[in-house]
């Protein structure tokens, strides 16, 4: 699936289940919500906090959140994803071509 088809259907969702899209900033607010949901689980599995007992979250499902309501932004802001994520790419490939080559941290 391509990022626009990924639009493509998400919008086909909002309009098919959900009575319309929740305002930008609102869904500003959901995208802080479920990226803390991610930060979370990141904590717990690969950092130093311990889960809880009924704790216990899917990573994976809490990222396709962050990029449902990432997508739902896009769509009522007017921004193809899939142009700029390709922008983005040629970008950074240009900026750090060698700059992480030279890093003897990696």
Same mark, same amino acid.
């Given at each position: ?6 639009? @493509? ?33 990141? @904590? ?5 906090? @311990? ?56």
């Amino acid at each position: 699936m391509t990022l626009e088809e990924a639009q @493509s259907q998400v919008d086909q969702w909002i309009n098919n289940h959900g009575v319309r899209y929740f305002n930008e900033l609102t869904n500003m607010a959901i995208l802080t919500e479920e990226v803390g949901e991610v930060a979370r689980i990141m @904590s717990r599995q690969y950092g130093e906090q @311990s889960f809880k007992a009924e704790e216990h979250k899917n990573l994976g499902q809490e990222l396709a959140d962050v990029l449902f309501v990432l997508i739902c932004i896009a769509n009522q802001t007017g921004v193809n994803l899939q142009n700029e994520f390709q922008k983005n790419l040629e970008k950074k490939a240009k900026r750090d071509h060698n700059r992480h080559h030279q890093n003897n941290k990696l």
